[in-house]
């Protein structure tokens, strides 16, 4: 996998499951933190982005990739959305 510590900032964040069970941080400087159900931190390790596509190396070593398109992340066969955050929140 390629360095890449200055991941695009149109996909830093929080992608989600349509059920919310599988929760994906990609935070900027190229780490990302999984969620599953209420195991928080349950996979955590590096990513690189290049163009659409994006490559997973979790700390253990184990690896994965996905690709984004027009705004949904497709990722070994989940289908991951982004997360807005409600800024209007009171």
Known sequence: ???????P??????????DGYIRH???PGGRYDEARGNRKS???GRYAIEGDHIEYVDDTGFTADGDFRDGVLYHA???LYREEKDD???
């Not at 996998?1 to 991941?7: F, Q």
């Open 25 to 27: 941080e990609l935070l």
């Open 9 to 18: 900032s149109s996909y830093v964040g929080m992608w989600v499951t349509k």
């Open 1 to 7: 996998m390629k360095e890449n510590h200055a991941a």
């Open 88 to 90: 209007a929140k009171d």
């Open 42 to 44: 349950a996979y955590q």
């Open 77 to 79: 066969g989940m289908v």
